[in-house]
């Protein structure tokens, strides 16, 4: 009778209630997994599924993976951008939030890039299809983000490394405390065993295994609706630990489009002659600030004088014949080369300097005609962006090849307090280098094909997304807009991703640690009750969805 009594104890539907809950467990954790991924799935819904084809002559709607490199698109006012491509008819606005974070929309005239997905607001575009399917800059945002994803961080191998150990001891817990009961307590067998089963559902290691994955996926997934595309888990924990901000100055801190600021005559000269001189002696130059003086004659719509006889002078400037009078554009060492008298040009030219603009000289062979300046502006975001660095206890350093005067013009404008300068293209990795060996982990920002050494050499490399294919590919991160206040997001939602970890793995670890005594029955020592392994079942599925709850919390991150 006794033993009947026993077997009518052991509620033999435990094991079913039991795969229940835990199924049931495994339901919810896979629906709050499936919202953590929400932003791929976002991001694939962007894109349109048909394009207006134009194809001898006629308009065709085709599927999107009909469309060929080359085809012609006709993109309407309120339509989305299906395609990568440059604009071969039309201007317009278009809104790339989608792909930038950026809310204000961007002017487009004919030789424009327009990005697919991204909404055309205004006027009717034709569009020239240069890349297609895998290749479009949207496919590769979904490859990244579901790459980063799936990668481990470093401090997951924490939570693998306690589950090493974790596991066996908690087994051997489980068959001491069976053993235990039966042996020194005199219980029976089906008392030890229902002992020994509470203890392995209650201490299943799924919230701990969840706690890392769960936190990166919403992590990366966030920075992806913000413009910042993380490339892996190990970048986006590294950039928490980010002391110092190194900032490449040419187009990530300024606009990286040179501008004339001023055209100061110093003779009889006026100031529209004097630029439209420079403009023509400049229209065939690849030099920026070439290119910078006849856009600003454009700007002024300036008519050209002839000139002839161009020669580039490296090093100096350049030399042109207009009529039967050389004139020379270029540096204060060409003016001295000359024998012109600089006193009148020296004071202006030092003044220019210290606003952080670059002077270019203009002269005869009798005298110097005449100032140039050309400056290339700072982003409007900037000052902001490295005030909020600051404010986040970070070292914030300007890396530049201009001379030391024009460098520290331009820093302190952005508020900077630490420059480098005088620093050639090939040494700007030796800079970070030269940083982390005193102990610095140094995030590094830029945007040209010179910064990809140094964004491979830094901990954290940051990529402005306008910036060049060479300089995104050696980054672990890419700003898709050109606004550096992203820097400071970033490493935010890493330190926010990583608090979110560190919060799920106490959680995990103190929820089993303080579960096992009971279901090892110490309450029941006492005259508490048993843990019923349903109960355990329960508890256990709950501790994983809560982790998963709390990885969710993230998605509210606001920078």
């Known amino acids: 009778v006794g033993d009947h009594h026993a077997a009518m104890s052991l509620y033999y539907e435990a094991a079913g209630v039991i795969l229940t809950l835990v199924t049931l467990g495994k339901y919810f954790e896979a629906r709050s997994k499936g919202q953590t991924s929400a932003a791929i799935q976002a991001l694939i819904k962007l894109a349109p599924q048909e394009a207006q084809v134009l194809r001898e002559g006629q308009e065709v709607t085709l599927p999107l993976d009909q469309v060929q490199v080359g085809d012609l698109v006709r993109v309407r006012p309120g339509q989305k951008i299906p395609v990568d491509g440059h604009v071969v008819e039309g201007q317009s606005w278009v809104d790339e939030s989608m792909l930038t974070g950026e809310s204000l ?24 299809t240069n890349k297609v399917g895998q290749d479009t800059t949207l496919a590769q945002i979904i490859h990244l ?31 001491v405390a069976g053993l235990a009961w039966y042996l020194i307590g005199g219980q029976s067998w089906a008392f030890a065993l229902t002992i020994s089963i509470a203890v392995l559902v209650i201490a299943c290691p799924c919230a701990l295994g969840l706690a890392t994955p769960t936190a990166i996926m919403v992590g990366t997934g966030k920075g992806a609706e913000q413009g910042i595309l993380i490339k892996s888990g190990t970048a986006l924990e590294m950039a928490h630990q980010v002391d110092a901000v190194v900032l490449d100055k040419t187009g990530t801190l300024t606009q990286g489009q040179p501008q004339v600021t001023d055209v100061l005559p110093l003779t009889g000269w006026t100031p529209d002659q004097l630029l439209a001189l420079a403009a023509a002696a400049e229209v065939n130059s690849e030099h920026p600030l ?4 006849v856009a600003g004659a454009r700007e002024r719509e300036l008519a050209l004088p002839e000139v002839t006889n161009f020669q580039s002078l490296t090093g100096y400037g350049i030399r042109v014949l207009n009529g039967k009078n050389f004139y020379f554009l270029g540096n204060r060492r060409m003016m001295q080369e000359i024998g012109l008298d600089l006193s009148l040009a020296e004071e202006l030219a030092a003044t220019l300097a210290a606003g952080g603009k670059t002077p270019i000289y203009v002269g005869n062979r009798e005298e110097i005609l005449g100032l140039i300046a050309v400056a290339d502006p700072l982003k409007a975001t900037s000052p902001e962006a490295v005030r909020r660095l600051k404010a986040m206890g970070l070292q914030v350093i300007m890396l530049t090849g201009d001379n030391a005067k024009t460098a520290q013009a331009l820093a302190a404008e952005a508020g900077i307090d630490q420059v480098i300068s005088d620093v050639l293209p090939a040494d700007k990795a030796q800079v970070v280098a030269d940083l982390q060996a005193k102990g610095l982990k140094v995030a590094m920002v830029g945007d040209g094909i010179n910064d990809a050494p140094a964004l491979a050499q830094a901990d954290v490399g940051l990529a402005i997304g306008r910036g060049t294919d ?33 919060e799920n793995l106490f959680w995990a670890f103190a929820y089993n640690v303080l579960g096992i005594p009971v279901a090892m029955g110490v309450l029941h020592l006492f005259g508490g009750p048993l843990l019923n392994p349903m109960l355990a079942g329960a508890a256990m599925s709950f501790s994983s969805v809560s982790v998963i709850l709390n990885a969710l919390r993230l998605r509210r991150f606001k920078a």
């Open 470 to 502: 060479v300089a995104i590919e050696s980054a672990d991160m890419v700003l898709m807009g050109s606004d550096l206040t992203s820097v400071a997001t970033a490493i935010k939602l890493s330190q926010a991703t990583i608090r979110n970890i560190k």
């Open 105 to 128: 929309p961007v002017a487009k005239k004919v030789g424009d890039q327009v990005v697919g997905a991204s909404l055309n607001q205004q006027g009717s575009l034709i569009v020239e």
């Open 290 to 293: 070439g290119q910078a003086i």
């Open 145 to 175: 983000v579901q790459a980063a994803q799936g990668s481990k961080a470093p401090i997951a191998q924490l939570a693998d490394r306690v589950s090493a150990v974790f596991v066996p001891v908690v087994m051997t817990l489980a068959l």
